[in-house]
């Protein structure tokens, strides 16, 4: 069953642009992480949130995470053509018997 | 390179025959995973395994079976493949289970079942 949900399935921006994916989940979690994935490729870490976190950075990355609406987002800042790819949000939740459930992603497009 | 490496990456094959995915990895992770990778349900675990000869069902296992008989390999068989089968498999690892870690994931096998 998916946990994660992601929105917008889709967005185009131009290059420059801040990029924000959303991402809500249904039950209480322990951590969130984001992924991303280039066509025909496989998935890639970019960052992980714990639940007792607020926000995290990583170079152009920020994430955010409000547990009491059981929602993250993924901003994206100074957005290039390299970022175009889907996006997915991973959570692990209490006596999930070591299973991460992906959410069905954000398909971003980076216009030049 | 150190890495996870997923073979074939394409694969056609008809109903009701025997397919195997490989999987390899170089770090020595304890964790590896299997998922599938459908339109419209993101990707979901079919088997994972903790180390060599453990193994344990996700949430799609039916009509998979695994093995892990070396650290380094987690291979998927499909005994007896259908259509709905058909899809891209992901190979992962991951040095631990805590959920805070970072799974590592190959570049997939894109299979079908005609």
């Known amino acids: 069953s998916q946990q994660g949900e992601e929105d917008p399935q889709a967005l185009s921006i131009q290059e420059g642009e801040n990029a924000t994916m959303n991402c809500s989940y249904k039950t209480s979690i322990n951590n969130l992480q984001w992924y991303r994935q280039n066509s025909g490729r496989g998935l890639v870490h970019l960052i992980l949130i714990r639940s007792n976190e607020r926000e995290k950075h990583s170079g152009r990355l920020r994430v955010t995470l409000d547990t009491s609406k059981k929602s993250s987002s993924l901003l994206i800042t100074a957005s290039r053509a390299a970022d175009t790819a889907s996006y997915f949000c991973?959570?692990?939740?209490?006596?999930?018997?070591?299973?991460?459930?992906f959410g069905s992603g954000t398909q971003l497009t980076v216009l030049p | 390179d150190a890495g996870i490496t997923q073979s074939p990456r394409y694969k056609i094959t008809e109903t009701g025959r025997q397919v195997t995915l490989m999987c390899h990895q170089t770090?020595?992770?304890?964790?590896m995973f299997w998922y599938r990778q459908d339109l419209g349900h993101g990707l979901r675990l079919i088997y994972y395994s903790a180390a060599a000869d453990i193994t344990d069902k996700g949430e799609v296992p039916d009509g998979y079976v695994v093995s892990r008989s070396k650290t380094e390999n987690f291979p998927l068989t499909l005994e007896s493949a259908t259509r709905s089968q058909t899809s891209v498999y992901f190979c992962?690892?991951?040095?631990?289970?805590?959920?805070?870690?970072?799974?590592?994931f190959g570049d997939g096998t894109r299979l079908s079942i005609l």
């Open positions: 992962a690892s991951s040095e631990g289970w805590l959920g805070n870690q970072p799974q590592h």
């Open positions: 770090w020595s992770h304890s964790y």
């Open positions: 991973a959570t692990d939740q209490p006596g999930s018997a070591r299973q991460l459930t």
